[in-house]
């Protein structure tokens, strides 16, 4: 598809449980961005990669938390021994680098993977 | 840390104006802002970069006070396509909107 598709679209687990988020960007988007929305809330930054390495992974919580992008294309989002304060949407988002070598600053988001853990 | 969007809320009739702010306690390199309609992924509209540029929609315009750290979003002659929550986010590194802060939304509803 031409957008950022994200699978799954849910995903209930139990608490304790490992899951994998798995985004898939727009083809020839170098720049890759996973972020969590909570209910009520705005995104929030979790990582950012630039081609196949992590350019910015300050906003991963702990270190439950891990991502991939190991062809610099597809992100896999993994979450250990998942919690309750888990539960959110999890977005991703992709851009085109410019010229000047930073981004082009129009993201595009897919439409998230919501995590609800028991 | 997250940006102050005002209002919170804001119920309009079609063709009605409305004004979203953003404002930041730190410096900022850019403002960016998104709509999100209920249940999907998060759309983006405008980016206001330091020194005056703008990249947006023909149809919505924006303001950046550098010196107050605030941005304004305007939407005049709503439509009841506007309807969604809009959020800003913030960039204080060097533009190149790799890391973004955002806001808690302004909840806007057009009707009839």
């Known amino acids: 598809g031409a957008g950022v598709s994200q699978t799954p679209s849910n995903k209930v687990t139990e608490k304790g449980k490992y899951v994998e988020l798995r985004c898939d960007p727009i083809s020839g988007h170098t720049a890759l961005y996973w972020y969590r929305q909570s209910l009520g809330q705005g995104p929030e930054f979790l990582i950012y990669?630039?081609?196949?390495?992590?350019?910015?992974d300050s906003g991963l919580p702990n270190d439950r938390f891990f991502a991939v992008r190991p062809e610099g294309s597809v992100s896999t989002l993994k979450i250990q021994r998942t919690e309750r304060g888990d539960s959110a949407v999890y977005l991703c988002?992709?851009?085109?680098?410019?010229?000047?070598?930073?981004?082009?600053?129009?993201?595009?988001f897919g439409e998230g993977s919501r995590l609800t853990v028991l | 840390q997250q940006p102050v969007q005002s209002p919170q809320a804001v119920i309009l009739r079609e063709g009605e104006d409305a004004v979203i702010n953003c404002s930041s306690s730190k410096a900022l390199y850019s403002v960016h802002w998104y709509r999100q309609k209920h249940g999907e992924a998060p759309v983006f509209l405008m980016i206001?970069?330091?020194?005056?540029e703008q990249k947006g929609h023909e149809k919505i315009s924006a303001s950046f006070n550098e010196k107050k750290q605030q941005s304004s979003l305007y939407l005049t002659a709503s439509q009841l396509s506007y309807s969604g929550t809009y959020f800003c986010?913030?960039?204080?590194?060097?533009?190149?909107?790799?890391?973004?802060?955002f806001g808690t939304g302004t909840r806007l509803q057009v009707t009839l």
């Open positions: 990669f630039q081609g196949t390495g992590a350019a910015d």
């Open positions: 986010g913030t960039d204080h590194n060097t533009g190149t909107a790799s890391k973004l802060t």
């Open positions: 206001l970069l330091k020194g005056g």
């Open positions: 988002a992709s851009s085109l680098r410019s010229r000047r070598g930073g981004n082009t600053g129009e993201l595009f």
